[in-house]
T-cell receptor, first 114, second 114 residues
């Protein structure tokens, strides 16, 4: 069964450093998403991406964040200058035909900012 | 701003017992409503969703949810819980007719006793 994969599973970085979180969505899916979950708190939507453009973004997704689909298989989230409060689990998801159809989530990348 | 409340942080049930997880939302119009399950170490999985029509919706794994407009609620139910249902459950809301920017509840952790 096809699945969304994410690498690395755990990333530790120093405050102020740039990080890139990688995701491989399901191959025939066209819509891609990033969410985050701060430990013990609710899931938060960050951004959706379709046709090489951001479709929607939340207030959290400020200029420190960017997304890219650098090739036909990867979908990345970059945080330019990490802050302590960026420590969270980051989930990638993909869907075949729009956000209201079922989104398939990856297992997440735990980001720890020291 | 829309908000989602899951009043129960933890719920403990015995295997075979019935289950109801509560979700209340605060929003002027009828939103789109979702329930997700998150097993340990995994991403979210969609259980069911409500957009319009029949207010009782059936989902996967034997779950159902009922939309009650008068109570602004979308409670998740299962008649007989299995040990494998132990997980975190999230309710989410999206403004209908607007942008896809979901708001999630804080989650309810389900513990199942044998």
């Amino acid at each position: 069964e096809p699945e969304v994969t994410q690498t690395p599973s755990h990333q530790v970085t120093q405050m102020g450093q740039e990080v890139i979180l990688r995701c491989v969505p399901i191959s025939n899916h066209l819509y891609f998403y990033w969410y985050r979950q701060i430990l013990g708190q609710k899931v938060e939507f960050l951004v959706s991406f379709y046709n090489n453009e951001i479709s929607e973004k939340s207030e959290i997704f400020d200029d420190q964040f960017s997304v890219e689909r650098p090739d036909g298989s990867n979908f990345t989230l970059k945080i330019r200058s990490t802050k302590l409060e960026d420590s969270a689990m980051y989930f990638c998801a993909s869907s075949l035909s729009g956000p209201y159809n079922e989104q398939f989530f990856g297992p997440g990348t735990r980001l720890t900012v020291l | 701003a829309q908000s989602v409340t899951q009043p129960d942080i933890h719920i403990t049930v015995s295997e075979g017992a019935s289950l109801e997880l509560r979700c209340n939302y605060s929003y002027g119009a009828t939103p789109y409503l979702f329930w997700y399950v998150q097993s340990p170490g995994q991403g979210l999985q969609l259980l069911l969703k409500y957009f319009s029509g029949d207010t009782l919706v059936q989902g996967i794994k034997g779950f159902e949810a009922e939309f009650k407009r008068s109570q602004s609620s979308f409670n998740l139910r299962k008649p007989s819980v299995h040990w494998s249902d132990a997980a975190e459950y999230f309710c989410a809301v999206v403004q209908s007719g607007g942008s896809y920017i979901p708001t999630f509840g804080r989650g309810t952790s389900l513990i199942v006793h044998p």
